[in-house]
């Protein structure tokens, strides 16, 4: 098997983080999938700086053709026509897809090292009053160009017209205001810059424009106006949907906000010394440290605690978890910490139950250091990266939730074995873009 660095035009090389939560199987039905469908149409209208109820966003089963022909038959009537500027396959796929659906249509073609032109397209348009709408390419795959969307746009606004444009390999990785540049249909798929996986495509569309369209598609599995009525209710898809490749761009999106969001992050890493790093702009700013792991196992050797810090089950108990916390909070390390023991002395709870309430009061001091610094120093930090393997994500998921600092808490997993601390020393040096071995 290769081993690669990049694959590209796409699918993109995925992180590992992406491809675990598809191992969790959902039901196209579920409540909690609908929400997750919706949470994802609500954060694409946010990347493309319009929001509801202007433009809504539809997703769509199916690679990025799928839903470039979705809106390419679904929102051009029988009566309109399309004026297509291409310089590229991806351009010219539009014109074989009109040719397939007999959507009547104008193309413009220029050479695959050169741009569309503007004014060009502003001719075109004086010249045939029959044109009602116009497409282009944003980031033409064939060559590497990119077009200028943004003048196009407004040439096409002037002239009373829909923009349709495809921005398959530019959506995510190259900031596009979706009305600023004009666009009514937005195109672009989930296996591009924003790393999910193949399986559907999504249109941001105009929202005005896509109701006007119902009714005139000449597809029933493409019917965008159809797809978006079904989906905007409550999440559901029209047909079955990808569902695991729903949840990797689920995954995908909050790693792109993660990276986004870098420039304030603490990077958690628990170990034998549970280390935060504050990353601030470009910069390390701060690092506490905890001591905790060496703690627990010191405390699991030849103590009274000894008894209790052991389990056959690696599994947590929420309840415990949350009583640890509580009683941290309520009555300091050593009287919380003596509860763990006095539980085993009157038999309370199962030794699960007394293992997870211990590893919430060792672990739980972790969250006053943060809360402290964040409140003190760190005051624009309101997210957690946590360089961890699997146990400690769900742990300090649980500790770590209702503070009144930390809003998001983003894994990125390990394996076991590895050093937390050197792993999420190589995640730092990757968010910033850095190389790294």
């Given at each position: 098997m290769n081993s690669y660095k990049l694959l590209t035009p796409g699918p993109l090389t995925t992180t590992d983080t992406v491809k675990q939560v598809m191992l969790f199987d959902h039901c196209t039905w579920d409540d909690d999938y609908k929400q997750i469908t919706q949470t994802i149409r609500?954060?694409?209208?946010?990347?493309?700086?319009?929001?509801?109820?202007?433009?809504?966003?539809?997703?769509?089963?199916?690679?990025?053709?799928?839903?470039?022909?979705?809106?390419?038959?679904?929102?051009?009537?029988?009566?309109?026509?399309?004026?297509?500027?291409?310089?590229?396959?991806?351009?010219?796929?539009?014109?074989?897809?009109?040719?397939?659906a007999g959507i009547a249509y104008t193309l413009y073609e220029q050479e695959n090292h050169k741009r569309p032109q503007a004014d060009v397209v502003a001719k075109y348009l004086a010249e045939d009053p029959a044109i009602t709408h116009v497409s282009m390419v944003h980031g033409e795959t064939t060559s590497g160009i990119l077009n200028d969307v943004e003048a196009v746009g407004r040439v096409v606004k002037a002239a009373g017209k829909t923009f349709l444009v495809d921005a398959m390999s530019t959506f995510g990785g190259v900031d596009i205001p979706v009305a600023g540049w004009g666009i009514d249909f937005l195109v672009s798929s989930a296996n591009k810059c924003i790393q999910g996986v193949p399986g559907f495509s999504f249109i941001l569309a105009n929202r005005e424009k896509l109701e006007a369209s119902a009714g005139q598609a000449r597809s029933l599995a493409l019917d965008l106006y159809d797809q978006w009525k079904t989906m905007n209710e409550d999440g559901k898809w029209r047909f079955t949907s990808p569902t695991h490749v729903v949840l990797a761009f689920a995954q995908a999106l909050e790693e792109l906000k993660a990276e986004r969001d870098v420039e304030n992050v603490v990077m958690l890493m628990p170990g034998s010394h549970t280390h935060g790093i504050y990353i601030q702009g470009d910069q390390i700013t701060g690092i506490i440290s905890n001591f905790t792991g060496e703690l627990f196992y010191a405390l699991k050797q030849d103590t009274i605690l000894s008894p209790v810090l052991t389990s056959d089950s690696l599994e947590l108990d929420?309840?415990?978890?949350?009583?640890?916390?509580?009683?941290?909070?309520?009555?300091?390390?050593?009287?919380?910490?003596?509860?763990?023991?006095?539980?085993?002395?009157?038999?309370?709870?199962?030794?699960?139950?007394?293992?997870?309430?211990?590893?919430?009061?060792?672990?739980?001091?972790?969250?006053?250091?943060?809360?402290?610094?964040?409140?003190?120093?760190?005051?624009?930090?309101?997210?957690?990266?946590?360089?961890?393997?699997?146990?400690?994500?769900?742990?300090?998921?649980?500790?770590?939730?209702?503070?009144?600092?930390?809003d998001r808490i983003i894994w990125m997993p390990i394996s076991d074995g590895k050093s937390y601390g050197v792993s999420g020393l190589k995640k730092i040096v990757s968010l910033k873009g850095e190389r790294h071995e």
């Open positions: 609500r954060t694409l209208l946010a990347l493309g700086h319009v929001s509801e109820p202007e433009y809504t966003a539809v997703l769509m089963q199916g690679s990025g053709t799928f839903g470039v022909e979705s809106v390419l038959t679904s929102v051009i009537g029988r009566e309109d026509k399309l004026l297509i500027a291409a310089n590229g396959a991806y351009g010219l796929r539009m014109a074989e897809i009109c040719r397939h929420e309840a415990m978890v949350r009583k640890g916390i509580e009683n941290l909070e309520r009555f300091g390390f050593n009287r919380a910490l003596y509860i763990c023991h006095a539980m085993r002395i009157f038999e309370q709870g199962t030794p699960q139950q007394r293992l997870s309430y211990g590893e919430s009061v060792i672990m739980g001091g972790v969250r006053q250091s943060l809360e402290y610094y964040c409140e003190h120093f760190w005051k624009e930090c309101r997210t957690v990266a946590l360089v961890s393997d699997e146990f400690m994500y769900r742990l300090f998921s649980m500790i770590l939730e209702g503070s009144r600092y930390i």
